[in-house]
């Protein structure tokens, strides 16, 4: 007998891993959790071949997709494919108009080009690049939660964010931000649920909210 429980899918941010999600539970008897993981991008990929390819991994009709940070930009992009149940976005964008002014500067003036990429092993700075923040004292904390260290990986996924053309989005999206976002700062976001205090990585810090919230959230 199928079973009636709602799958829910969690994309990770940029380099990130799924691991980021290890605090996030939601009731057992109402849904059931998936995790996709980044992939390396075939050379000249672009964002919607990527995003068609992930949504093969897409095994139930009407699921939840859940994208964190650049993974709540490709969930978007996989739901052009698919119809899902309801897209819910945290520490992201929605469109182009809200992306902060210095990655619009990167988009017109090509200086994300010059970007130190290359320096992948260095886990400080791509913890910095992923996470938005400088994790020195966290450093061991939050180099468990990096997965793709490939200097290709992350200028194609920093050209694919800069570069990002979406001028609408879904009418079932649901948009979490957090005030203190460095990242996605919140001053060109709209139409968002706030979380009072929370940075670009609240699902770690702040766990305990989204176990409170996301089941009425994706209910509602």
Do not use: C
């Not at 902060?100 to 886990?123: D, E, I, M, Q, S």
């Not at 180099?143 to 879904?170: A, F, G, M, P």
Request: aromatic content about 12%; proline content about 5%; cysteine-free.
């Amino acid at each position: 007998m199928p079973s009636s429980r709602i799958h829910v899918y969690f994309m990770p941010g940029l380099a990130a891993s799924s691991r980021i999600f290890e605090f996030i539970e939601l009731p057992s008897e109402t849904f059931e959790i998936h995790y996709l993981e980044w992939f390396l991008p075939d050379h000249g990929m672009s964002f919607e071949a990527y995003a068609r390819k992930m949504v093969a991994q897409i095994e139930h009709d009407k699921s939840v997709l859940i994208g964190v940070s650049f993974g709540g930009m490709l969930v978007q992009e996989m739901a052009k494919f698919i119809s899902p149940r309801k897209i819910i976005i945290i520490s992201s964008i929605k469109q182009k108009s809200e992306l902060p002014k210095r990655l619009l500067f990167a988009k017109y003036t090509k200086v994300h080009r010059l970007l130190p990429t290359g320096l992948v092993n260095n886990v400080e700075l791509l913890a910095k690049y992923a996470f938005g923040e400088t994790v020195n004292k966290r450093l061991s904390l939050y180099e468990q939660y990096l997965s793709l260290r490939d200097k290709y990986y992350l200028d194609w996924s920093i050209d694919k964010i800069v570069h990002w053309e979406q001028n609408t989005y879904h009418p079932d999206l649901v948009h979490i931000h957090g005030d203190k976002d460095a990242v996605f700062p919140v001053g060109p976001i709209s139409d968002y649920i706030p979380v009072k205090g929370g940075t670009h990585t609240m699902i770690l810090h702040r766990f305990k909210w989204f176990n409170e919230r996301l089941p009425t959230i994706i209910l509602e």
